[in-house]
């Protein structure tokens, strides 16, 4: 027997929605202007699939392709590297405008501001972006992996130059570690995609970065005449992709903002947690945190991310490993005539989860809940590529991880 999905729908009381600012359409532009400023930018592609639309009985289904990324096969360089701007910004006195990557790169940048050192944990993608930026810009990193972590991520972040460990802890003790090193380094500075009190800055920028994704899949769905998603379905570890996701598009359409349904891996589902209990208090998930979906591995949730999520996310669902490997192998192995996404474990849940609501009747009230059917215009993001390649060809070569 496989293992269910579990889900709910948002019952929890609203707050003063404070936190929706930090995702304006303002500060996501500037955000989108620093990345434009790179070498290596350029927008990734929006994958339409017609024939598993039609095949799943949807309107329109469309995935973010995040494998092009900066060459880095992932989306999280978006948040560290606008993070590091505006850290440095700030530092200087200065509007993040004028930190473009040719001042960033340069003599006069390095003179003026010299170095710092950027700690940060990871499960991987997060920890390369970093690393990659730093390198990119002249600076130090610092990166901590928690157990079980795996070799190919591992080297991906050594070979930016960055000094990384695995350590024997949990991802959520790993951003502790890292925090406290920071604190006791001269020009120390954490830069961690999760919020906690007194540590809400450096994250709202993080996520602010993560606005670029979503403002081009905005952009790239509007070139193809789909006005507005009706649903977004995005994934999460602390919250912090959902929140900045989920943020962008309400501004983006206050007036009739799409349907959010928010997943997790079901062995660190914290915003399902918290969402069940419904008091609009976020929950957390210790232990081990065991599951494929290694970049949602995380059981203590971004506080900023939390306060947008509660007051706009319209369900929560808690996914099984078999979700994210069967959305793995249906991007890898699409229907005629739609192209191919190469997603990773934590990349294709949205796939697996999609095709489940539409597909198997256990799951009729959920998709009832939420509207999902044959006029629903449907945007998910592939968050990743095949990161840890051996694992992704053992999913879809192998059958690892199957729903029977």
Same mark, same amino acid.
Request: aromatic share 10%.
């Given at each position: ?117 950027? +700690? ?10 970093? /690393?990659? $930026? &730093?390198?990119? @810009?002249? =600076?130090? #990193? ?110 983006? +359409? ?10 997790? /891996?079901? $062995? &660190?589902?914290? @915003?399902? =947690?918290? #969402? ?125 991880? &199957?729903?029977?």
């Amino acid at each position: 027997m496989k293992e269910a999905i579990k889900w709910t729908l948002n019952r929890m009381p609203k707050s003063g929605d404070k936190q929706l600012s930090v995702m304006s359409l303002d500060s996501v532009a500037k955000a989108r202007r620093f990345h434009s400023s790179f070498p290596q930018y350029s927008v990734t592609p929006l994958a339409q699939l017609e024939g598993m639309a039609q095949h799943l009985g949807l309107g329109g289904l469309f995935v973010k392709n995040e494998s092009y990324r900066f060459g880095l096969n992932a989306f999280k360089v978006l948040g560290g590297s606008f993070a590091m701007g505006r850290y440095i910004a700030k530092e200087m006195g200065r509007d993040v405008s004028g930190m473009t990557y040719q001042y960033l790169t340069s003599e006069a940048f390095r003179q003026e501001f010299g170095q710092a050192t950027f +700690f940060t944990a990871t499960d991987g993608n997060h920890g390369r972006g970093v /690393a990659w $930026a &730093a390198n990119k @810009l002249g =600076q130090k #990193a610092v990166v901590h992996m928690p157990k079980g972590s795996t070799k190919p991520r591992f080297d991906n972040i050594a070979k930016e130059g960055a000094q990384v460990t695995i350590e024997d802890v949990n991802y959520d003790d790993c951003v502790r570690m890292a925090a406290a090193e920071a604190a006791q380094t001269e020009h120390g500075v954490i830069v961690q995609d999760t919020a906690w009190d007194g540590y809400e800055e450096i994250p709202s920028w993080i996520m602010q970065g993560y606005g670029t994704m979503a403002g081009e899949a905005a952009e790239q769905l509007r070139q193809i005449s789909v006005n507005r998603p009706t649903h977004v379905f995005v994934q999460a570890g602390v919250g912090s992709l959902a929140g900045a996701v989920v943020g962008y598009f309400t501004n983006l +359409f206050p007036n009739d903002p799409p349907k959010f349904i928010v997943m997790e /891996a079901q $062995a &660190a589902d914290c @915003l399902y =947690q918290g #969402a069940m209990a419904g008091d609009g208090s976020p929950r957390m998930v210790g232990g081990d945190l065991q599951t494929i979906m290694a970049g949602l591995a995380c059981g203590e949730p971004n506080t900023i991310s939390w306060d947008i999520l509660r007051n706009h996310v319209t369900a929560f669902v808690s996914c099984p490993d078999w979700v994210s490997a069967k959305g793995m192998r249906m991007l890898g192995a699409p229907l005629k005539g739609d192209p191919a996404v190469i997603s990773g474990e934590s990349g294709a849940v949205g796939m697996g989860l999609i095709a489940s609501l539409m597909q198997d009747d256990t799951y009729q009230d959920l998709r009832d809940a939420i509207g999902l059917n044959r006029f629903s215009q449907v945007l998910m993001f592939s968050t990743e590529g095949d990161t840890d390649p051996e694992k992704y060809r053992r999913v879809l070569w192998d059958g690892e991880h &199957a729903a029977l």
